[in-house]
Structures are given as structure tokens and as C-alpha cells.
């Protein structure tokens, strides 16, 4: 699970979801996570790296990080391939509603 705080005072909970198919269960090294971010971040800004542990070896131990649907309309996550790690990213930025109406 994935708390994420804007500075604004609004919230969100991401959840990170692990693809894995082999024989040991891969395990977070953190049952939560949380991250503080700006609203001014830009599309693509890193929010915060995840980590997960697997008792495989070789390409078996590589882990695919991905995000639930819903959780999919504001962020993005990316798998490293290289540190076994992801990254949360910010995918849509969200502007209050009412900004939205007076610039028409």
C-alpha cells in the first residue's frame, strides 16, 4: 500500500501491485509507504521508489511493478530492471474543478 499526501492537504492511497510467476513469493521491504508531494510537480516527476525482495535467482527474481486500475487516472509506476525497485510517478496532474470553469 501506497499513501501518498499533497501538499494542498488532499490524499490519495496507491496501491503497488507485484508480477511474479515462479516459485517464491516476492515480498515488500515496507508494508506501507508514504511520500509527500507537491501539486506542482510536473507529469513524469518521481514521487517515491518501492522495494521488494524475492528469494529467486536469475531472471526468476526479476519483479514487474504495476498499479491497480483506478489507481492508474494520476500515477504510473516504473520497474527497474536493474535494482529490482519502482518508482511512482505522477501520470496526470489534477487541477480543482473550479480553475477549470473560470479559464472558459
Keep these: 500500500m501506497m499513501i501518498v499526501s499533497c501538499s494542498s492537504a488532499a490524499s490519495a492511497t496507491v496501491t503497488v501491485l507485484i508480477d ?5 513469493v516476492p515480498v515488500f521491504t515496507q508494508s506501507v509507504y508514504r511520500a509527500v ?3 506542482s510537480y ?4 518521481s514521487i517515491v521508489s518501492i522495494s521488494a525482495t524475492d528469494a529467486d535467482t536469475g531472471s526468476n527474481a526479476r519483479l514487474l511493478y504495476s498499479l491497480r486500475e483506478q489507481d492508474r487516472e494520476h500515477f504510473t509506476v516504473d520497474s527497474v530492471e536493474a535494482t529490482n525497485t519502482g518508482v ?3 501520470y496526470r496532474v ?3 474543478s473550479f480553475l477549470d470553469s ?3
Design 20 to 24: 511474479d510467476i515462479n516459485d517464491h
Design 37 to 39: 508531494m507537491s501539486e
Design 42 to 45: 510536473d507529469v513524469g516527476a
Design 88 to 90: 511512482l510517478k505522477v
Design 94 to 96: 489534477s487541477r480543482p
Design 102 to 104: 473560470a479559464s472558459k
